[in-house]
């Protein structure tokens, strides 16, 4: 039985955003401290990984993936719409620095609670307005 109260959906962006100047990828410490976050308000979370670079989502997480039911959905070939589709469907999320993950939590009538990081793009941080009440910034 699939309980949607206990899923939390985890993106994880590799790729492209280790060369591109712009942005910066986030480090293990954001997500060891959003996960912990989830820990503690759900009791079993079990975390759903999207991401365009397995290898280094998993050794981005590695101590997580030890001691958390986490789930990489690649297996699943997925296209990017059915992901992105799918992550509007999830009550809580942590997203990474991505329009793609942003957008799809902020348009969920599902979402709950989203982790997003403080540092955005390079340096910048992105600002907590009235339309961001769900997100809490680690």
């Known amino acids: 039985k699939i309980n949607l ?12 955003f280790k060369w591109v100047k712009s942005h910066n990828t986030l480090d293990s ?3 060891k401290n959003s996960i912990n976050f989830f820990k503690k308000k759900i009791k ?24 958390n039911k986490i789930i990489f959905t690649n297996k699943y070939n997925f296209s990017d719409i059915e992901e992105f589709s799918l992550f509007s469907f999830y009550k ?11 957008t799809s939590s902020y348009i969920s009538k599902n979402n709950k609670i989203t982790i997003a990081p403080k540092v955005w793009m390079s340096g910048r941080k992105l600002s907590k307005k009235k339309i961001f009440k769900r997100m809490v910034f680690l």
């Open 92 to 102: 809580y999320s942590i997203i990474a620095n991505s329009t793609f993950s942003l």
């Open 29 to 31: 410490v954001y997500y």
């Open 5 to 16: 109260k206990k899923m939390v959906c985890v993106h994880i962006r590799g790729g492209d």
């Open 44 to 67: 079993d979370p079990v975390f759903h990984i999207y991401t365009n670079d397995v290898g280094f989502a998993k050794n981005l997480i590695r101590k997580e993936l030890k001691s």
